[in-house]
């Protein structure tokens, strides 16, 4: 048995809308293995919290999901019917959403959305179930579970709804956790406890970890590896020391100019940005998205799709026209 | 250049989604439509109707209608107990109908605006005031009231308009009220305050026009609420007196006959049901396609 | 919650006086209660004798406070016309139009409530235009024509119900479709609407990636939440339904207070009418409190302060 927890091929998602077919992801390829942390990284629009979904299958109706293969622990969940996926869902998949404020029912406790996930998925008698339930708090760092279990979402803070939300996917022991921004809408400080929590369960769960956001302190934290996504397409790819010493696609190169580093960036001196807009995704769309922003870009961009290419090292990839020795080292 | 599809330009797209939402709404179109009709006919009944409507002829009583094959087309409608004919009846019914609809909605309108406006954009005590007094007219039977004081006053159609309009000026206070709050509590007002505008100012030229969205609305629904209300209190015959032709009253006189003469009942009926779905019809349209989130 | 209660109880209390008032004020209004008593035939003598044993000369606010702290202990005035305790009177009718409201009201929710859900289950679909169709014309259909084409129908060409008295449940179930299909519109709309709002929360999407079945997050999820304002619309609605009775009972000839109501004002007897008023008004008093309190108590955002 491979170490492999999740791979999908070719993922798109397109949404009709009154002008036209959104394009919203492009042919996305991904995987995880065990033990390892994915961090999907881009900037509001760029498709990820759709890629994360369509992974799960909860798609809103009209989104229209097409994959080439999607395997769960190297077996195909491509074509699961809605109950099969059900099954799934929440067992041996877990989501955690951006905003811990409104994922929770707020007419139901705390320990009753706990024991309906476990009862849902394993056969347990309602004590037993309220006894893992509350053996799962305390592992997310919740003291006075007990009570806990009794108490109303209202009446739990944000960093504690959240680790609620990560306690509620670990009830089965999942082999995968997809985490959609789960710590932007909270306190820095909430931040990175949570963060460091989620380091710590995934050693002890052996679980792949799916981490979906727009900062890159996150990302520098908590990767393995990374995925750039720009305008619904994967543009670099690859472990998190490559990404950082060495970021081969344009964007992501203009992405570490945006950062200021302690030490190398000057006081008064302009920070880093990328000039332009993201393009519209709606209908057909011919070469390279970001070739209008791009310093780089040649008439060979636009024409026809952009593959994606290995850097040097053949665990990195990126979507560019130009080679990696034409490539210009940025300081 | 990077090619794509859609050329959407900013200015075309605000007219572009009107026309959209208007296509899509047939319903206020149907309504709108026989709006108008109704009213046309009720300001030339004089014209349109082929007889006098308080015309007796007691040797052509209970006249089928044409489409009977004891009917005539003398008698388009047939006729009542009284021989009147039906159709101009039912023409000059709409008057009635209408004229204390707009009539009965006028006045509460008036009334529940004034109210309703004062509450949002003073707040404090008189908003508590009127709250309170909302609440209380809406604890009060409107059926019940309406009918004594009828019976008290005497029915006629003046009597008629006014209980209703001071009885049905509970919504309009309330949709005014949450309007005027939200408004209130928008930055362009608090500019104009600031610059000096006295508060009677603000009020006309700030608050008023972008509540007149949702006063267009609410009035046609009480138009449609009045209209319901004068025939069923006219049908209890605590409303427009005999020999007045309103479509009530027409069903009330039908009523003991109802089962061999059918007709008597049914055609003031359809005609109430039409006009009262046309006006709601008309109001839900303009809701939608000015305001579609304000649904429900 | 104890505090919203108290809250909410003062000011129900507050309401009843003010409708009581008006209510009592309202009938002195251009009649003479002494001549409504007296009779068509009465001299002036007489009149002016019924109005000092009365106590009608008296300033209306002192006539007020009587008749409320009778009133207040369960005296409601004798019927001019039916010569027997108003209170029993009422008392003895309303059985009928509280069968008739429960029924209705429960009619309407059967009704409207699948089809709301249905409908926000599947927005623009067949059955969401079937609903909403059904919901406009509902609107627009006067209830004493319906109920007389109900008659016609049913009761004379299909015989399948008879036409009045109260004396068999099949007696109640025109009146009760009659009463009740005014309500289903607005209940219907109000749970399409709250179920719409609800199926697109975050916590519903949490729901459904925690692997529930699909039945499970509509009823125990989504509805319990939408179902909350449908709770209170279907009170204040049910307290309407008692006005609403005076028509439908009229036609039906069924004894209840509705019918009551119709017979008093036709024939002038104020004590019963105002009786009515009070008696009708506290009802929807007293029906929107518990409504208020049955709101808070289903939202623990509001029940656990």
Same mark, same amino acid.
């Given at each position: 048995?491979?170490?492999?927890?999740?791979?999908?091929?070719?993922?798109?998602?397109?949404?009709?809308?009154?002008?036209?077919?959104?394009?919203?992801?492009?042919?996305?390829?991904?995987?995880?293995?065990?033990?390892?942390?994915?961090?999907?990284?881009?900037?509001?629009?760029?498709?990820?919290?759709?890629?994360?979904?369509?992974?799960?299958?909860?798609?809103?109706?009209?989104?229209?999901?097409?994959?080439?293969?999607?395997?769960?622990?190297?077996?195909?969940?491509?074509?699961?019917?809605?109950?099969?996926?059900?099954?799934?869902?929440?067992?041996?998949?877990?989501?955690?959403?951006?905003?811990?404020?409104?994922?929770?029912?707020?007419?139901?406790?705390?320990?009753?959305?706990?024991?309906?996930?476990?009862?849902?998925?394993?056969?347990?008698?309602?004590?037993?179930?309220? +006894?893992?339930?509350?053996?799962?708090?305390?592992?997310?760092?919740?003291?006075?579970?007990?009570?806990?279990?009794?108490?109303?979402?209202?009446?739990?803070?944000?960093?504690?709804?959240?680790?609620?939300?990560?306690?509620?996917?670990?009830?089965?022991?999942?082999?995968?956790?997809?985490?959609?921004?789960?710590?932007?809408?909270?306190?820095?400080?909430?931040? #990175?406890?949570?963060?460091?929590?989620?380091?710590?369960?995934?050693?002890?769960?052996?679980?792949?970890?799916?981490?979906?956001?727009? +900062?890159?302190?996150?990302?520098?934290?908590? #990767?393995?590896?990374?995925?750039?996504?720009? #305008?619904?397409?994967?543009?670099?790819?690859?472990?998190?020391?490559?990404?950082?010493?060495?970021?081969?696609?344009?964007?992501?190169?203009?992405?570490?100019?945006?950062?200021?580093?302690?030490?190398?960036?000057?006081?008064?001196?302009?920070?880093?940005?990328?000039?332009?807009?993201?393009?519209?995704?709606?209908?057909?769309?011919?070469?390279?998205?970001?070739? +209008?922003?791009?310093?780089?870009?040649?008439?060979?961009?636009?024409?026809? +799709?952009?593959?994606?290419?290995?850097?040097?090292?053949?665990?990195?990839?990126?979507?560019?026209?130009?080679?990696?020795?034409?490539?210009?080292?940025?300081? | 250049?990077?090619?794509?599809?859609?050329?959407?330009?900013?200015?075309?797209?605000?007219?572009?989604?009107?026309?959209?939402?208007?296509?899509?709404?047939?319903?206020? *179109?149907?309504?709108?439509?026989?709006?108008?009709?109704?009213?046309?006919?009720?300001?030339?009944?004089?014209?349109?109707?082929?007889?006098?409507?308080?015309?007796?002829?007691?040797?052509?009583?209970?006249?089928?209608?044409?489409?009977?094959?004891?009917?005539?087309?003398?008698?388009?409608?047939?006729?009542?107990?009284?021989?009147?004919?039906? &159709?101009?009846?039912? *023409?000059?019914?709409?008057? *009635?109908?209408? &004229?204390?609809?707009?009539?009965?909605?006028?006045?509460?309108?008036?009334?529940? /605006?004034? =109210?309703?406006?004062?509450?949002?954009?003073?707040?404090?005590?008189?908003?508590?005031?009127?709250?309170?007094?909302?609440?209380?007219? &809406?604890? =009060?039977?409107?059926?019940?009231?309406?009918?004594?004081?009828?019976?008290?006053?005497?029915?006629?159609?003046?009597?008629?308009?006014?209980?209703?309009?001071?009885?049905?000026?509970?919504?309009?206070?309330?949709?005014?009220?949450?309007?005027?709050?939200?408004?209130?509590?928008?930055?362009?007002?608090?500019?104009?305050?600031?610059?000096?505008?006295?508060?009677?100012?603000?009020?006309?030229?700030?608050?008023?026009?972008?509540?007149?969205?949702?006063? *267009?609305?609410?009035?046609?629904?009480?138009?449609?609420?009045?209209?319901?209300?004068?025939?069923?209190?006219?049908?209890?015959? &605590?409303?427009?007196?005999?020999?007045?032709?309103?479509?009530?009253? =027409?069903?009330?006189?039908?009523?003991?006959?109802?089962?061999?003469?059918?007709?008597?009942? /049914?055609?003031?009926?359809?005609?109430?049901?039409?006009?009262?779905?046309?006006?709601?019809?008309?109001?839900?349209?303009?809701?939608?396609?000015?305001?579609?989130?304000?649904?429900? | 919650? @104890?505090?919203?209660?108290?809250?909410?109880?003062?000011?129900?209390?507050?309401?009843?006086?003010?409708?009581?008032?008006?209510?009592?004020?309202?009938?002195?209004?251009?009649?003479?209660?002494?001549?409504?008593?007296?009779?068509?035939?009465?001299?002036?003598?007489?009149?002016?004798? @019924?109005?000092?044993?009365?106590?009608?000369?008296?300033?209306?606010?002192?006539?007020?406070?009587?008749?409320?702290?009778?009133?207040?202990?369960?005296?409601?005035?004798?019927?001019?016309?039916?010569?027997?305790?108003?209170?029993?009177?009422?008392?003895?009718?309303?059985?009928?139009?509280?069968?008739?409201?429960?029924?209705?009201?429960?009619?309407?929710?059967?009704?409207?409530?699948?089809?709301?859900?249905?409908?926000?289950?599947?927005?623009?679909?067949?059955?969401?235009?079937?609903?909403?169709?059904?919901?406009?014309?509902?609107?627009?259909?006067?209830?004493?024509?319906?109920?007389?084409?109900?008659?016609?129908?049913?009761?004379?060409?299909?015989?399948?119900?008879?036409?009045?008295?109260?004396?068999?449940?099949?007696?109640?179930?025109?009146?009760?479709?009659?009463?009740?299909?005014?309500?289903?519109?607005?209940?219907?709309?109000?749970?399409?609407?709250?179920?719409?709002?609800?199926?697109?929360?975050?916590?519903?999407?949490?729901?459904?990636?925690?692997?529930?079945?699909?039945?499970?997050?509509?009823?125990?999820?989504?509805?319990?939440?939408?179902?909350?304002?449908?709770?209170?619309?279907?009170?204040?609605?049910?307290?309407?339904?008692?006005?609403?009775?005076?028509?439908?009972?009229?036609?039906?000839?069924?004894?209840?207070?509705?019918?009551?109501?119709?017979?008093?004002?036709?024939?002038?007897?104020?004590?019963?009418?105002?009786?009515?008023?009070?008696?009708?008004?506290?009802?929807?008093?007293?029906?929107?409190?518990?409504?208020?309190?049955?709101?808070?108590?289903?939202?623990?955002?509001?029940?656990?302060?």
């Amino acid at each position: 048995m491979s170490n492999r927890v999740l791979s999908v091929e070719n993922l798109s998602v397109d949404i009709p809308l009154a002008d036209g077919v959104l394009h919203a992801v492009d042919n996305v390829t991904l995987h995880v293995d065990r033990g390892e942390t994915l961090c999907i990284v881009g900037e509001s629009g760029c498709g990820k919290s759709l890629t994360s979904l369509a992974l799960m299958d909860l798609l809103p109706k009209k989104a229209i999901r097409t994959i080439a293969s999607l395997d769960l622990n190297d077996a195909s969940i491509l074509n699961y019917s809605e109950k099969q996926m059900s099954d799934v869902r929440g067992n041996r998949m877990g989501m955690i959403f951006q905003e811990p404020m409104t994922s929770l029912n707020p007419a139901f406790t705390i320990g009753n959305q706990m024991v309906e996930t476990l009862r849902r998925h394993r056969k347990l008698s309602n004590a037993e179930a309220q +006894d893992l339930a509350k053996q799962t708090l305390e592992k997310v760092g919740i003291t006075a579970a007990e009570q806990r279990l009794n108490q109303y979402p209202h009446q739990l803070s944000g960093g504690l709804r959240q680790r609620v939300m990560i306690a509620m996917t670990l009830l089965c022991e999942p082999e995968l956790i997809i985490a959609d921004e789960p710590t932007t809408a909270l306190d820095v400080t909430i931040q #990175a406890q949570i963060l460091l929590l989620l380091q710590e369960l995934q050693a002890e769960y052996d679980m792949g970890l799916i981490l979906i956001t727009h +900062d890159l302190g996150v990302v520098a934290r908590i #990767a393995t590896r990374v995925a750039v996504m720009y #305008a619904g397409q994967v543009v670099e790819q690859g472990t998190a020391e490559q990404i950082f010493e060495n970021p081969m696609h344009p964007y992501t190169r203009g992405l570490m100019r945006c950062i200021p580093v302690p030490g190398r960036t000057q006081p008064g001196e302009p920070l880093g940005s990328i000039p332009g807009m993201v393009p519209s995704l709606i209908g057909r769309f011919t070469g390279c998205r970001f070739a +209008d922003r791009c310093d780089l870009v040649k008439d060979a961009c636009r024409k026809g +799709d952009v593959p994606l290419r290995d850097a040097k090292g053949k665990t990195q990839g990126y979507r560019c026209v130009i080679e990696p020795r034409d490539m210009t080292k940025v300081a | 250049m990077a090619t794509s599809d859609s050329q959407t330009s900013a200015p075309n797209k605000g007219f572009d989604l009107l026309r959209r939402r208007v296509r899509g709404h047939q319903g206020m *179109i149907i309504g709108s439509v026989i709006v108008v009709s109704v009213l046309l006919i009720a300001l030339l009944a004089p014209l349109l109707a082929p007889h006098d409507p308080y015309q007796q002829d007691l040797l052509k009583r209970l006249v089928p209608p044409v489409w009977d094959s004891r009917g005539s087309w003398e008698h388009v409608l047939g006729t009542d107990h009284l021989g009147r004919d039906y &159709l101009s009846r039912l *023409i000059y019914g709409a008057r *009635i109908s209408l &004229l204390i609809g707009i009539g009965a909605a006028l006045i509460s309108g008036i009334i529940g /605006t004034i =109210m309703g406006v004062m509450a949002g954009y003073f707040g404090g005590r008189v908003d508590m005031i009127v709250t309170f007094m909302i609440t209380v007219r &809406l604890s =009060m039977p409107v059926v019940l009231v309406a009918l004594a004081v009828v019976a008290i006053v005497g029915g006629s159609l003046q009597v008629v308009i006014a209980v209703l309009g001071l009885l049905l000026w509970d919504r309009f206070a309330v949709v005014m009220r949450s309007s005027t709050l939200q408004i209130r509590s928008m930055d362009y007002v608090a500019a104009a305050r600031a610059v000096g505008c006295s508060t009677s100012r603000v009020l006309m030229t700030e608050v008023m026009p972008n509540v007149v969205n949702n006063l *267009i609305v609410i009035t046609t629904i009480e138009i449609a609420h009045a209209i319901i209300l004068e025939a069923a209190l006219s049908f209890l015959g &605590l409303g427009v007196q005999p020999p007045m032709p309103s479509w009530g009253l =027409m069903v009330s006189e039908g009523k003991d006959m109802m089962l061999f003469e059918p007709w008597l009942i /049914t055609i003031p009926g359809v005609a109430l049901f039409l006009l009262v779905l046309a006006i709601n019809l008309m109001g839900d349209g303009v809701r939608d396609i000015t305001a579609p989130e304000n649904r429900n | 919650m @104890i505090y919203y209660t108290l809250k909410r109880l003062g000011l129900a209390l507050l309401v009843a006086l003010t409708v009581s008032f008006i209510s009592f004020g309202l009938l002195y209004l251009s009649s003479d209660p002494a001549i409504a008593m007296a009779g068509e035939t009465a001299s002036d003598a007489d009149i002016e004798a @019924i109005r000092k044993l009365y106590g009608f000369d008296r300033p209306i606010l002192v006539q007020y406070l009587d008749w409320l702290q009778r009133a207040l202990s369960g005296d409601l005035g004798k019927s001019y016309y039916f010569r027997t305790d108003v209170s029993a009177l009422i008392g003895e009718r309303l059985p009928t139009t509280m069968t008739l409201g429960v029924c209705a009201i429960t009619f309407a929710i059967v009704l409207s409530v699948p089809l709301g859900v249905a409908a926000a289950i599947r927005p623009n679909s067949l059955i969401d235009r079937l609903a909403l169709f059904l919901s406009v014309m509902g609107q627009a259909l006067p209830s004493f024509w319906f109920a007389l084409m109900l008659i016609v129908f049913l009761s004379v060409n299909l015989r399948l119900l008879p036409t009045s008295g109260s004396d068999t449940w099949l007696h109640f179930v025109m009146p009760t479709v009659v009463l009740g299909y005014y309500a289903a519109p607005a209940i219907m709309r109000l749970t399409r609407t709250g179920m719409l709002e609800v199926l697109s929360t975050d916590y519903i999407r949490t729901a459904r990636a925690k692997g529930l079945r699909p039945w499970v997050v509509l009823f125990k999820h989504a509805l319990r939440n939408a179902i909350i304002p449908v709770v209170s619309l279907a009170a204040v609605q049910f307290g309407f339904m008692l006005g609403g009775s005076i028509v439908v009972e009229t036609i039906f000839a069924l004894h209840g207070a509705g019918f009551l109501a119709w017979e008093s004002i036709t024939r002038n007897d104020l004590p019963t009418v105002q009786g009515l008023i009070l008696v009708f008004s506290l009802f929807y008093i007293v029906l929107t409190f518990f409504a208020d309190l049955l709101n808070a108590w289903l939202d623990p955002r509001i029940r656990i302060n």
